[in-house]
């Protein structure tokens, strides 16, 4: 039948509907539809029959459209969704709204709008709970389960999948019973439990086969693929991906293929066939981005830059790294900056490798003039004596005594190859030495970016500075504030080391701060650092058999109340100090860090409660300043000399402070160098 006849099949049913009931036409539809789906699509002809609809037929028919286009026209399915969402609002059509509203949530999943989804989940649950409609409860308890898998929530989600399985077999539903095993099993390939993953997938690909559901076929093979995969078996795993694949095609599911060619990829990858592994992700890059799947895109992105950086290809890599990192900023997810702290030590091993080289090329020309220095001192020897002792060898020891001569020039023109060989080398290290310098430099841009500015930091607290000067091009300090509410909150930051490695520390630092406030909405000091401490262990890969793995930071967290006036104070190693009528009152820290607790049991950090009055001036601070060395006899600043500092200037202007301390500063170091990265933040209540 061809597609015209199928979108004419489709307006009978709406007229059927006015005759027989809601489940026989509903039930035609669904018979039609995916006809359609595998057809070549004809959106116009669609749109004529949604307006040639009305009432429960129209919304029934927009539901239905955009479930099955999900994948083929996300787009489209998007349109459709809402304008059937707010038809059954207008017309208080609550059975046809709970199937709408778990549309829309899997639309806005798959564009990385996770609030709105949830949101729209948890309404569809509400009312299907109201009107006891159990199959429509058990999918937006799956589909809330599917929410928290991405939220990294593993046991709410294994809670909701349990309840959603339990009214699936209750009802017979073998296909809903199918989607939540293979929910199941995402959910321990996640937890790297990859046997249990393994035995849902099957268990989940056996049903769909049973039913002859070719979508969920292309799925399922799929999945059982990436966990051969995982486990090593390729050419398993490349046999059950090509097996998808071609479904996928056969019903033309751009994201379903799109995930099909990456996972292919994956395997060549794995085999270092690196070419083939790039051909496949850009094949599968041009379908994920013709449907808006950025949670795709930003996954391509990252496996891009892990293959250049394994053909040595640092420059390309870092570029397809910085468009990952770029599109996860947009997603507002936690991410992993990892690759760049990798390529930045690759660089920094590779100049040691060759400044290494240059020291043995210069060892063994000082070999060669040795060399011949002896050859000369040995032939002038030789021929002195047979001049004195034996005259009749004269002609023989001159005939020697050119020889050498011979084997000298040719030294001297080994030694001219290997000088020019050694200059050579030099030059390619300079070059070297200056692309690092250059991606150092592009990396302070990042850190830049990810810093907000100074001046912004007037509209959390009535005055304010911030003293920042890093040691090297980019820096292991790093501050940060941010508005919530009616909150205002500001850390001052050292983590592990400085330069390049620190400085990609404190951009994962700041990141998780921000994840913690404004997407976990947690806002007491002592709860966001223990979410940024599990969070930095989870980003890091820390593992108990790998005790060597300590990084971490120092912190002073402060969240100021104005309403209450009560400012909220957490610190690993930094404290605050308040300045009141010329007193400085010291509130100490915990004494262990966020983060670097591999093998240790994970302790929490303590939260102040800290009545505060106008005029109060908050100091934040890392151990930079106060450990720099220098003055007349070269020793350390220290924090006696820190706290006089501050009470001395407390009452002057924010800007007048900082520009007293830097000047302080300046002239302590001298012509010392700088030994640490500097930081201080001074708000005033």
């Known amino acids: 039948m061809k597609f015209k006849e199928y979108v004419i099949f489709l307006y009978i049913v709406t007229v059927i509907k006015q005759k027989y009931s809601f489940f026989i036409s509903f039930i035609l539809i669904l018979i039609a539809l995916p006809k359609l789906y595998s057809q070549q699509s004809d959106v116009d002809s669609l749109r004529t029959l949604i307006s040639k609809s009305s009432g429960k037929e129209k919304i029934e028919l927009l539901n239905t459209i955009s479930y099955q286009y999900r994948y083929s026209n996300a787009s489209f399915a998007m349109q459709c969704g809402t304008a059937g969402l707010e038809l059954a609002k207008k017309s208080n059509y609550k059975k046809i709204e709970i199937y709408l509203r778990n549309n829309l949530g899997l639309l806005l999943l798959d564009k990385g709008q996770y609030d709105k989804a949830l949101e729209n989940f948890i309404e569809a649950e509400k009312i299907a709970e109201l009107t006891s409609d159990k199959r429509a409860q058990g999918m937006s308890m799956e589909n809330i389960g599917i929410m928290y898998t991405y939220q990294n929530m593993y046991e709410k989600a294994l809670l909701n999948f349990g309840s959603a399985l339990k009214i699936y077999t209750e009802l017979g539903e073998k296909k809903s019973i199918s989607n939540v095993l293979t929910d199941f099993g995402s959910l321990y390939y996640d937890l790297k439990d990859n046997e249990k993953a393994l035995d849902y997938f099957l268990r989940s690909l056996k049903i769909v086969e049973e039913l002859k559901d070719n979508e969920g076929m292309a799925a399922g093979l799929n999945n059982v693929a990436v966990i051969y995969e995982e486990m090593k078996n390729y050419s398993k795993a490349m046999e059950y991906h090509r097996k998808s694949l071609g479904l996928n095609r056969m019903f033309s599911n751009s994201r379903g293929i799109s995930t099909s060619l990456y996972n292919i990829a994956l395997i060549y990858n794995s085999q270092k066939q690196y070419d083939d592994a790039v051909i496949y992700i850009d094949t599968a890059m041009e379908y994920a981005q013709k449907e808006g799947a950025l949670e795709l895109m930003k996954e391509y992105y990252s496996t891009l830059s892990d293959i250049y950086y394994s053909k040595s290809d640092y420059r390309t890599a870092l570029e397809y790294y910085t468009k990952y990192a770029e599109l996860k900023d ?223 930071m120092d912190i002073a967290l402060c969240v100021f109340d104005p309403e209450r006036m009560i400012l909220e104070y957490a610190g690993a190693y930094n404290p605050l100090w308040l300045v009141r009528n010329g007193k400085i009152i010291e509130f100490k820290a915990d004494k262990f860090p966020v983060g670097a607790f591999v093998g240790e049991e994970v302790r929490l950090f303590t939260n102040h409660e800290i009545p505060v009055v106008k005029g109060d001036f908050i100091y934040l601070f890392s151990d930079g300043y106060a450990d720099q060395f220098g003055g007349s006899d070269g020793k350390k600043f220290k924090y006696k000399s820190l706290q006089q500092l501050f009470l001395s200037n407390y009452l002057k202007s924010a800007s007048e402070q900082k520009n007293i301390f830097n000047d302080t500063f300046d002239k302590w170091i001298g012509e010392i160098e700088q030994v640490d990265d500097v930081l201080i933040i001074g708000v005033k209540i």
Request: hydrophobic share 35%; with cysteine; glycine share 6%.
């Open 330 to 552: 947009t997603l507002v997810n936690q991410d992993r900056n990892k690759l760049i702290v990798e390529m930045s030590t690759k660089y920094q091993t590779d100049k040691k490798e060759k400044e290494n080289q240059i020291l043995k090329q210069q060892n063994d020309l000082q070999n060669l003039s040795l060399n011949r220095q002896r050859i000369i001192n040995y032939s002038v020897t030789f021929g002195l004596i047979l001049v004195i002792g034996l005259a009749f060898f004269i002609y023989r020891g001159y005939r020697q005594k050119q020889r050498a001569n011979i084997l000298l020039e040719e030294k001297n023109q080994i030694i001219e190859e290997k000088s020019k060989i050694v200059k050579e080398k030099s030059r390619i290290v300079e070059e070297k030495n200056k692309d690092i310098t250059d991606s150092i430099r592009y990396a302070k841009r990042l850190q830049s970016a990810i810093l907000k500015p100074e001046e912004n930091l007037t509209s959390c607290f009535d005055d304010g500075f911030i003293l920042f000067r890093p040691k090297d091009i980019v820096s292991g300090d790093f501050y940060w504030f941010e508005k919530f509410g009616k909150l205002s909150m500001v850390a001052a930051s050292d983590c592990t080391g400085h330069g390049v490695p620190g400085a990609f520390m404190s951009i994962i630092g700041c990141n998780l701060l921000t994840q913690a406030v404004n997407e976990y909405a947690i806002t007491k000091p002592s709860a966001i650092l223990n979410s940024v401490n599990k969070g930095l262990s989870k980003v890091l890969q820390q593992k108990k058999d790998e005790p060597s793995v300590k990084d971490g």
